[in-house]
Structures are given as C-alpha cells and as structure tokens.
C-alpha cells in the first residue's frame, strides 16, 4: 500500500509542478484559443496541461518499475505495461498538442487515437474473453484479430468520452481520479481474492493516474489557470482505459465464487467507472446525428452545460457530476465484495439515479433567497474580469458635466448625482 501512495505522490508532485513551466510555454507559442460561444470561461485561457500530465505519467511509471514490489510485478506482467503506456501516452499526447495548437480534423485525431490504442495492443494489452454468465453461453475467448478490434474500441470509446464531458474547469480531472479510485480499489480486492496479496499491474495504473490528476486539479479547479485541453483529457482517457482492460483476469474460473455475479463484475466495473462520461458521449452522438449534424461537431448540449442552464453555479455543477461519478462508481465496487443478487444492482441504480435527479434540482428560491438578496450562490470569483463601467452617453457621445456647478453642489451635500442629458427635463 505504501508503495501505492508513493507512487500517487511522486506522479502528482511532478504534475503539479510542470503546470506553470506548460502555463508558460503554451502562452508563448499562442496555444490561448479566443472564447466560443458554446464556452462556460470568459477569457482566453492556456491549453496544453496534459503535457504536465504526460511529464507526471512517465515519472511515476519509471519510478514505479524500480520499486521492490511493484516493479516486479510490472516487468513480470504480460505486455510490458510501463513501455506500453509511455509510447501509446507519447502519441496520443502529441495528437492532442497538435490538436490544441493548430486544430486538427476530426478524423486525423481520429486515426491518433486508433494509432494509439494499437500500440497497447501491439505491446499485449488487450483483452482476451468477453465475460459472461454461464446461461449467457459462457465467457467467449477472442482471437487474436477479435481482440485487437474489440480492445481498440474500448480505448477508442473511453478517451472520447472523456474528452466530451472535459467541458468545466477541473470536471474531466475529477471524474477520471474518482474513477481511478473506484478501478483501484476493485483491482486490490480481485487480486487479494485471487492470490492473497494486494501488488498488481492494474492498481498500479491507476494510482499513478490519480496522482496526476490530483497534481493538475489545484491549477485547473475554477477558477481555472489552464486546461487539459485535448492534450491532458485524452491521455487520461488513454490510461483509464489501460487500467480497464488490465483489471480483466486471464482465466474467468479464478473469481468464480467470489460473488453471486462474479463472472459479469469485469464488464459492471468498467461500465460504472465510466458511467457519466459514456452518457454524455452517448447522448451527445444521438443528439448530433439527429439535427444532421457529425458526431464530432461541438455544441452545447453535454450534461453539464444542462446543469448550468437549470441554475447550479459553475462550482456546484462540478461536484454534482463528482457525485454522480462517485455513486455509481463506488457502489457498484462495494456491491462486488459483499455478494449480492444480480436482481440487487437495478434497484440500486434505480435508487441512485432518484437521489441524484433531485440533487440536481436546482435550489428553492423563494423569498429571502440567495437571489432576492441580490446574491450570487457561487463560490468563487467568476471566470473573467467583470466589463468596465462606462460613463453615461447619447449616441456615442460621452455627456460633459453641467456648467452651473449643480454636479458639484448635490455631491458635497451627499445626494446622488444624476447627470443631465441634452434635451430632457
């Protein structure tokens, strides 16, 4: 465990300490794109944070090869995992800067992902069955060119999904970590069931992708100091997917018994872990496709512009969206140890989505309210400079004081001044 938590913590240190050298940089070759309409931010705010997140991914697996434990595990393990992640991170990183930087087709960043996604496969990160119930025919093994198809789409899949709902200042950072937490801690209780310890290659991963996004949150939280951009918000994607597909074991009669669903939990993990962001991605596709649009066409329909809409502050929709992220994520996870009815999971969800549907409801204001007051329920400064507060004019024209010295006269005797316009009485 202690290794874990080193791990995390030399992963998030780095990151968080590039930050401002990447700040720096994407200033200065002008990767500070100009405010869009469908933007929540207000003024021009530098991309490119996900290279400090590469910096601090690539740090933590080399230190993560040289522990004791950790580092035997990971050179024993099928695929080269640490190798794997740099080159296939190195790409998809790379893809993004280019991406945020100059613009880039969406069919070139595209074939980046794919390109990406094949170079874990190329290295035997893949998966190898499909889990399934024995009433279901059993789980199904892949063959080579199965598996490679099958695992480049779920790479595929999750780092696009990440990148659409990386829309508000620290969501996508936040939502990958809680992610990564609840992929963690499945992994320890799978390989403790399996063989009694608590090392293994998917745990690994993960706490070394939550280091990074703990590292980035701080400058990236709202109000945001830089973004991920596509740069940090695919290679997050990227390695999510990696600790997924690694959480998978090899032999499905090995968590026979574990649970009343033991068979079903591989698929149930991953699909709660990425709950949020596959909704979004979901709905965003069927929505685009419907008005005629491409898939990949922006607009500003995501589940979190919907929350800004109903009046939640840019704050709160974030944590709601942690919380959601955090539900489903966690519950299912704790479902998985204490054995339950396969019946017992869409009760559960049902119940949740219930709980979070009025968390979502906006907040009663009535009289008294925050608003009636004349206050803002946001708890932090805005995102841009307030506008300037010009001074009265007709037409363009800025009106001069009156001659008759009346301006003057009512502000020493403490009344307010209203300036007189030419014309009117």
Known sequence: MREYLFMALIAAAVTYLLVPLVRRFAIRIGAVPEVRDRDVHTTPTPRLGGLAMYGGLVVGLL?????TNTGKVLHDAEGSPVMALIIAGGLITVTGFLDDWWGMDAFIKLAGQIAAAGVLVSFGLRLTYIPLPKDWGGSTSLDSTLSTTITIMVVVVAINAVNFVDGLDGLAAGIVCI?????????????QSISGDRIATTAAIAAILIGCCLGFLPHNFHPAKIFMGDTGAMLIGLVLASSIITVTPVDPSVIEGMNRVPVLLPLLVPAAVLVLPLIDLITAVVRRTSHGMSPFAPDRGHLHHRLLDIGHSHRRTVL?????????????????????PILLFPVVILLALGVLVLMAAPRWRG???LHSRGKSDDDGPPTGPMPPILPQTEIGRQVPPPADGSQERASAAGKPVIPAVPGRS
């Open 63 to 67: 230190v993560a090869g040289e522990l």
């Open 367 to 369: 009289r008294g309210g």
């Open 179 to 191: 992610a990564a937490m609840a992929t963690w801690a499945y992994s320890i209780f799978l390989k």
């Open 320 to 340: 709601i969206m942690y919380a959601w992220t955090f539900l489903f994520a966690f519950g299912i996870v704790a479902l998985s140890t204490i054995g339950v």
